[in-house]
């Protein structure tokens, strides 16, 4: 079978000129709207702008709604920048992020808008700070998504996770949904298009994803694991082989913290 033909420019022009538009209208609803709405409105409003964004792109979502109460830490295998917009538009959620995105222009007032939590690594006391954020947030009974690979993959292969950021579940005693995310092309295929990883720029990476007529970006959840007296390094592993089955590959044990 001959490979799909790139979508042509006219249309990738078209398409970046709809997402700028609709980034000022996120923009302007998150800086106006959001301090006037209640909480279930701007998850809603998260919810659908994330949709929209996946929509301009001709991602398609492929994914069933997860048997999981609100409060969950999600966990995530993460392989670009679009996974956020993917599970947004699934269940709408804080996430979190390095540092060094919060001093992004635009970008980073906006995750900052959004309940990103913003961890600096290999700072012992400023993680303490961020557990206690992401234990408020799970106990009101938002969704928190942390990505413990601690980097983006191509999304043909599962990392180890580093367990220590399951710490808030065990300490707030909320579940943890396992998801399994990938990136499939109009054939059915694995996509490395939407891969973030390695050298690949930000700009090459959205170039490719431009390219593509089309993708789908399947989301599979396992079921909740109960978090009561199990340890960090027991929940990691169970997470992880959740989604490496998910993935369809040999689940492998995590590596020590």
């Given at each position: 079978m001959s490979p799909a033909r790139p979508t042509p420019y006219l249309i990738r022009i078209f398409?970046?000129?709809?997402?700028?538009?609709?980034?000022?209208?996120?923009?302007?609803?998150?800086?106006?709207?959001?301090p006037l709405v209640a909480e279930?409105?701007?998850v809603s409003l998260k919810q659908r702008w994330s949709h929209q964004i996946l929509k301009i792109l001709s991602v398609r979502l492929e994914a069933q709604p997860a048997d999981a109460p609100p409060g969950c830490l999600i966990?995530?295998?993460?392989?670009?920048?679009?996974?956020?917009?993917?599970?947004?538009a699934l269940r709408p959620s804080a996430f979190i992020s390095k540092a060094e995105i919060r001093q992004?222009?635009?970008?980073?007032?906006?995750?900052?808008?959004n309940d990103t939590v913003f961890l600096r690594r290999g700072s012992r006391g400023h993680a303490r700070i961020v557990n206690a954020e992401i234990d408020s947030l799970l106990v009101a009974g938002m969704d928190v998504v942390i990505f413990p690979?601690?980097?983006?993959?191509d999304g043909t292969h599962l990392l180890g996770f580093h367990a220590a950021l399951l710490q808030p579940a065990i300490e707030t005693g909320r579940p943890i949904l396992p998801l399994a995310l990938s990136y499939h092309d109009a054939q059915g295929n694995i996509s490395l298009a939407p891969s973030f990883a390695g050298?690949?720029?930000?700009?090459?990476?959205?170039?490719?994803?431009?390219?593509c007529r089309s993708l789908t970006a399947r989301l599979l959840t396992a079921p909740a694991i109960d978090t009561t007296?199990?340890?960090r390094r027991e929940l990691s592993q169970a997470a992880h082989a959740a989604i490496a089955t998910r993935l369809g590959f040999l689940p492998s044990s995590n590596p020590p913290e």
């Open positions: 398409r970046c000129l709809r997402l700028a538009l609709h980034f000022v209208k996120i923009a302007v609803g998150t800086a106006i709207f959001y279930q409105r701007r966990v995530s295998n993460h392989i670009s920048w679009l996974d956020i917009f993917a599970i947004n992004w222009p635009f970008f980073g007032w906006l995750g900052e808008q690979e601690g980097t983006t993959t050298e690949t720029s930000m700009k090459q990476c959205f170039s490719a994803i431009l390219a007296g199990q340890t």
